[in-house]
């Protein structure tokens, strides 16, 4: 094993606090809108801390660590734009304001309420299935990490039969899992999410300035140096051959942040279980901050990683972990493992345990927020729809609880018979777009715009589904079918398959942009050449006279035409000003320098020295803004757990506030 009884024990501890947290948690769930959304108390470090990690996770780490050991320094540099976009975003409210006013439980209890039920129920449909296949290797890549990072025996016996270790780690992995959601619901899940959270944080922080000590700045600039011409993992204006994780990989990432707002439902629960729309907003800003952390640990670790793996002073770790790979399954398999192996020969007692602990509550965060959204969108947008007369708090409870169960088992199936080929964000990309593909243009024009309409929502969501499946598809055709042989390339031109041949050579990110493209563009003609039709916009979102639950707190009637134009209206305290301001001013300094940085290097040959420096500082700046950013969200996260608990405890609860639609005048019922 690598693991020293200290690593082992102090995995330990932070499971049984984290489990501590669980039950300290179970008495405050109460109610379906409890289970489902934590009773709509949460505020915004605790939503924006317990939602990152919840949407990090043990298989987006390992993800991660794959994919910036193939980009290195150079996407972040393009990464600076992309700032822009979140920013916008966040602090416009995009799609996460409107939604929350909406006070739907789920995406498709606003699209039943926006469109029609029989398309929530087809919605409802596909998310669970595109939610469920992108799940499915979940379990599979956390458990190879554990069995591989900790060094666990590939068999172990039971009753005098060998059996292999891997079923098990993901049987109690899983099972972790399962009793935080069974036991509190959504409250559970935020609470002990936003501890994990903490947790990796300080962690990460920690294992970078580990690393930076033991390997030199100079054995990592002379390794990044070693990469092909025009693969460059330093330079980001000498990146044209780098495959996959390029350019235009991270071109249209931006497009998705900007359509895909709220699209992916793996962390759906958290979309409704801010206090208000406000706080929802706030959070989401906030989580411009929140991710130096995770970023700062993402960027440098692989960059280390690539280092070991490449400069001959680390000649007897990189052949140790070769020889480790090999034979282990596929080519993609072999890369997800790399990484872990690596850490495992670099970090000392005491750093091993933590940063498996790190990966425990990561992969636990993760695995809790996803079983609850997929069993909860299936019950509630699925099966619901059918019934026409409500259940009982205890039995929509009990069907919720089954329903999770067999999200979990069907997961452990997929990871022990599913053959994974692809990178993970790749197979991340192609499944997320089954749904995320054509609902982009169905909840944005459903939220903003008065004449979308049931007939464009349908093109649109079937349209994505279509593509992306087309895709998984192509995909799994024999290789040899599209290999670029003169003789394959005369029978694709007789036979006028150049298109599949194509689609066949294109990766996941770019099928998804095709799904957004296409389905936009459908979603708009249709609902414009379909009967002339408006919708009740005010009415569907809790607005003006319809503001029943009084969610909206005025601090400031008349706020200046300087601060509305900021994005800062009415419910704006000088706190939250002092948080937009200080979002905008980090935003524009790496702006400003990405854009000098651009147009000098346009007009001279910056030599790989000079950009070492750069990402040198850049360093010390991300791990300064690091530390800073935990002990904020510490303060914030702690003050917002008390205070979630304190409206739980005497709040009333609303038997019929279970995820039913309410009907809305002025709906476009046309199917």
């Not at 947008?381 to 019934?387: A, E, K, L, Q, S």
């Not at 300087?562 to 300094?589: C, H, N, P, V, W």
């Not at 320098?593 to 700046?621: C, M, Q, S």
């Amino acid at each position: 094993m690598n693991m020293a009884p200290v690593d082992w024990g102090i995995l330990f501890v932070v499971l049984g606090v984290m489990v501590g947290g669980v039950l300290m948690s179970r008495g405050y769930m109460r109610s379906v809108a409890d289970f489902l959304v934590a009773g709509r108390t949460a505020g915004r470090y605790l939503i924006s801390m317990a939602a990152g990690i919840a949407g990090l996770g043990a298989i987006t780490i390992v993800g991660l660590l794959e994919m910036n050991y193939i980009a290195g320094f150079s996407m972040t540099w393009w990464g600076f734009t992309m700032s822009v976009v979140i920013l916008i975003i966040t602090v416009s409210g995009w799609v996460i304001y409107r939604f929350r006013q909406t006070r739907a439980l789920t995406l498709a209890q606003f699209f039943e309420t926006r469109y029609s039920k029989k398309f929530r129920i087809f919605a409802g449909v596909i998310a669970f299935a595109s939610g469920l296949i992108n799940f499915g290797i979940f379990p599979a890549v956390g458990a190879r990490f554990f069995i591989h990072f900790c060094g666990l025996p590939a068999a172990v016996g039971v009753f005098g039969l060998a059996v292999p270790t891997f079923p098990l780690v993901m049987i109690a992995l899983l099972g972790i899992a399962l009793f935080f959601v069974f036991s509190g619901g959504q409250v559970a899940v935020i609470i002990t999410d936003f501890a994990q959270g903490l947790l990796v944080n300080v962690v990460f922080v920690v294992i970078v300035l580990y690393l930076f000590l033991q390997v030199d700045w100079t054995q990592v600039v002379e390794a990044l140096a070693m990469a092909p011409e025009n693969a460059s993992l330093i330079n980001p204006f000498k990146t044209s051959h780098i495959e996959d994780f390029n350019f235009w990989y991270f071109l249209i990432g931006i497009v998705g942040v900007l359509y895909g707002a709220m699209s992916w439902q793996g962390t759906q629960a958290y979309n409704s279980s801010a206090k208000s729309a406000h706080e929802a907003k706030m959070g989401s800003v906030l989580g411009n901050w929140r991710g130096f952390p995770q970023g700062l640990f993402l960027l440098f670790v692989p960059i280390v990683l690539y280092t070991v793996m490449h400069h001959p002073d680390f000649t007897h770790i990189a052949s140790s972990v070769e020889s480790a790979i090999a034979g282990v399954g596929n080519e993609a398999i072999q890369s997800q493992l790399r990484g872990p192996l690596v850490l495992a020969r670099l970090l000392p007692v005491g750093l091993m345990g933590a940063f498996a602990a790190v990966m425990l509550a990561a992969f636990i965060s993760t695995h809790d927020t996803y079983l609850h959204s997929w069993g909860s969108i299936f019950i509630q947008d699925v099966v619901m729809p059918f019934r026409k007369e409500r259940l009982s708090q205890k039995q929509h409870l009990r069907l919720l609880r089954w329903s999770i169960f067999g999200v979990a088992v069907f997961i452990f199936f997929f990871s022990l018979l599913f053959q994974q080929s692809e990178y993970i964000f790749l197979f991340f990309a192609i499944t997320g777009a089954i749904f995320a593909g054509g609902s982009g243009a169905v909840i944005i024009g459903g939220l903003y715009w008065k004449r979308g309409t049931a007939p464009g929502a349908w093109t649109a969501l079937i349209t994505g589904s279509t593509i992306a499946v087309g895709g998984i598809l192509i995909h799994r055709l024999p290789e040899e079918m599209f290999l670029t042989t003169p003789e394959n390339l005369s029978r694709l031109a007789e036979h006028g398959w150049g298109l599949l041949n194509w689609l066949y050579h294109i990766n996941g990110q770019q099928y998804w942009a095709v799904a957004m493209g296409a389905s936009s563009v459908l979603y708009v003609l249709v609902s414009l050449l379909g009967k002339r039709r408006t919708f009740d916009l005010d009415r569907l979102l809790h607005r003006g006279r319809y503001d029943a639950a009084h969610e909206t707190t005025v601090v400031n009637a008349a706020p200046s035409r300087g601060f509305r134009i900021l994005g800062m209206g009415r419910e704006f305290t000088k706190g939250d000003r002092i948080i937009y301001i200080a979002s905008y001013a980090q935003t524009a300094f790496w702006i400003l320098v990405f854009i000098v940085g651009t147009i000098y290097n346009l007009h001279h040959d910056v030599p790989d020295e000079a950009w070492a420096r750069f990402w040198k500082l850049y360093f010390f700046i991300q791990v300064a803004v690091s530390i800073f950013v935990i002990v904020w969200f510490s303060i914030g996260g702690f003050r917002d757990v008390a205070a979630m608990l304190g409206r739980l405890k005497v709040m009333r609860r609303d038997a019929d506030d279970d995820g039913v639609a309410e009907h809305v005048d002025g709906t476009s019922r046309e199917e």
